[in-house]
């Protein structure tokens, strides 16, 4: 997992040739004139989601990973709660759906707060928990950028 300011996006553009498309297009446009739900960059290799709700108790937010694509998700406006994990042997409690590239787990979480102008890169082997609350339910507008495993 990565977290950092959009200032130093283009810090992680070497990772991998679908990341460095994913931050040109992050650098390149502004993100929040873009309407919620999903607009193509390069088809199915990268794509954003945008995505406008309120942020909810934990106990309504479920953890996860992905196999097929890495998420940058990056915060436009207002902050969430988002727990994290090292994908190891947790608790599985939806098995791996392959039309919609999730598995939801049990499991022991830190946290950070992503707030406005933050991002997090989260890779397969990291499991994630968004949406939560930070102090109080908020509304946020947030881009997830899904960038295909090479």
Same mark, same amino acid.
């Given at each position: 997992m990565i977290l950092d300011h959009v200032k130093n996006i283009e810090r992680y553009?070497?990772?991998s040739a679908n990341?460095?498309?994913a931050i040109d297009f992050i650098t390149a446009n502004d993100l929040a004139r873009f309407a919620a739900g999903k607009h193509l960059i390069d088809g199915e290799q990268v794509f954003l989601l945008m995505n406008e709700y309120e942020t909810k108790p934990e106990a309504?937010?479920?953890?996860?990973?992905?196999?097929?694509y890495i998420d940058i998700q990056l915060m436009l406006s207002g902050a969430e709660k988002v727990g994290y994990a090292f994908l190891e042997d947790q608790k599985v409690v939806e098995g791996y759906n392959v039309e919609?590239?999730?598995?939801?787990?049990? #499991? !022991?979480?830190?946290? @950070?707060i992503l707030k406005s102008q933050w991002f997090a890169i989260?890779?397969?082997?990291?499991?994630?928990?968004?949406?939560?609350? #930070? !102090?109080?339910?908020? @509304?946020v507008c947030k881009a997830v950028v899904k960038v295909k495993v090479a």
């Open positions: 553009r070497t990772l990341l460095a498309k309504d937010c479920k953890t996860e990973t992905h196999r097929k919609k590239d999730y598995t939801f787990y049990e #499991a !022991e979480l830190d946290y @950070f989260f890779f397969p082997t990291d499991m994630h928990c968004p949406s939560i609350k #930070a !102090e109080q339910p908020g @509304f």
